[in-house]
């Protein structure tokens, strides 16, 4: 299929103005001049570094999950390991350590599931989303001094009925588990 995201009808920046500079948020505003030549005075973006999230699956087939508290929802969710792209890393590299960091498993077989952008309006990153196969327990959990991550095997029909509940909030989460059980119909 032809490549339809490019670049025509871009916005030429007449300026910009940085709000906020902190590691976990970066929050600018860009006066914009439209193709037909209107301004927009006022366009708010965030800034942030690349994301990854891993749909692995051991090698005797159950996925690897986690649960942890996300204060901006003020809930605690199943959801998939995931992270940031750390700078000077791939989008693979940084998969395979977010993995092993977050919970002890490694290794199997890796493919770059898909890319989505977490919000092409007001965000600057994409999520790069990835499939190992065959992965298998190698460390303990090597965590942030923040993250509090609960690690759960679980049959991958029970993800599925997660999903068809409306249990995986994450939508850059949700988006690659639906695409993994379309392609494989279960």
């Given at each position: 299929?032809?490549?339809?995201?490019?670049?025509?009808?871009?916005?030429?920046?007449?300026?910009?103005?940085y709000l906020v500079r902190r590691p976990w948020l970066t929050a600018r505003r860009d006066v914009a001049e439209l193709p037909d030549g209107r301004v927009n005075e006022e366009y708010?973006?965030?800034?942030?570094?690349?994301?990854?999230?891993?749909?692995?699956?051991?090698?005797?087939?159950?996925?690897?999950?986690?649960?942890?508290?996300?204060?901006?929802?003020?809930?605690?969710?199943?959801?998939?390991?995931?992270?940031?792209?750390?700078?000077?890393?791939?989008?693979?590299?940084?998969?395979?350590?977010?993995?092993?960091?977050?919970?002890?498993?490694?290794?199997?077989?890796?493919?770059?599931?898909?890319?989505?952008?977490?919000?092409?309006?007001?965000?600057?990153?994409?999520?790069?989303?990835?499939?190992?196969?065959?992965?298998?327990?190698?460390?303990?959990?090597?965590?942030?001094?923040?993250?509090?991550?609960?690690?759960?095997?679980?049959?991958?029909?029970?993800?599925?009925?997660?999903?068809?509940?409306?249990?995986?909030?994450?939508?850059?989460?949700?988006?690659?588990?639906?695409?993994?059980?379309?392609?494989?119909?279960?």
């Open positions: 299929m032809e490549n339809t995201v490019n670049e025509d009808r871009k916005w030429k920046i007449l300026s910009s103005e708010y973006v965030l800034e942030y570094p690349d994301w990854v999230n891993v749909i692995a699956l051991t090698e005797d087939g159950e996925m690897v999950l986690e649960r942890q508290y996300r204060h901006a929802l003020g809930k605690t969710c199943f959801e998939l390991p995931c992270g940031v792209i750390e700078e000077g890393e791939t989008p693979l590299e940084a998969a395979q350590r977010e993995l092993l960091e977050e919970t002890g498993y490694a290794g199997g077989e890796w493919s770059e599931w898909m890319v989505l952008s977490p919000n092409p309006a007001t965000s600057t990153n994409l999520a790069h989303s990835f499939l190992a196969t065959g992965v298998r327990k190698v460390a303990g959990q090597h965590l942030d001094a923040t993250e509090d991550i609960e690690v759960f095997l679980k049959r991958p029909e029970f993800v599925r009925d997660l999903l068809v509940d409306n249990q995986i909030l994450q939508a850059l989460m949700a988006a690659p588990l639906w695409k993994y059980f379309y392609e494989r119909m279960l």
